[in-house]
């Protein structure tokens, strides 16, 4: 049974940090390509970020430069590190794996950003 466990949302201040986790079961994950995606409610789930089986990211142009995705094979688990955390990256976060059209979804976590 495959699972994608995402945590560390919660409450962050404007301008400050969170990392988020999520841990990967049931998949070979190192070949894997890893997204976190965000949603809003009422709004279309959109594109986080991405890491590649080799590494490569990519980041949405509204958190280049603030948030940081990584991967950690040994452990099946991606993180994402916020920085400079503003009120409109408040969102529920989803974890999500692809791999040869296989592709999987985590069940999310909610990241609010205010003072």
């Known amino acids: 049974q495959v699972q994608l466990v995402e945590s560390g949302g919660g409450l962050g201040q404007p301008g400050g940090s969170l990392t988020l986790s999520c841990a990967a079961s049931?998949?070979?994950?190192?070949?894997?390509?890893m997204d976190w995606y965000r949603q809003v409610l009422g709004k279309q789930r959109e594109l986080v970020a991405r890491?590649?089986?080799?590494?490569?990211?990519f980041y949405s142009p509204s958190v280049k430069g603030r948030f940081t995705m990584s991967r950690e094979n040994a452990k099946s688990t991606v993180y994402l590190q916020m920085n400079s955390l503003k009120p409109e990256d408040t969102a529920v976060y989803f974890c999500?794996?692809?791999?040869?059209?296989?592709?999987?979804w985590g069940r999310g976590t909610l990241v609010t950003v205010s003072s």
């Open positions: 890491i590649t089986s080799d590494h490569s990211t």
């Open positions: 049931g998949i070979t994950f190192p070949i894997y390509t």
């Open positions: 999500y794996a692809e791999y040869g059209g296989l592709e999987y």
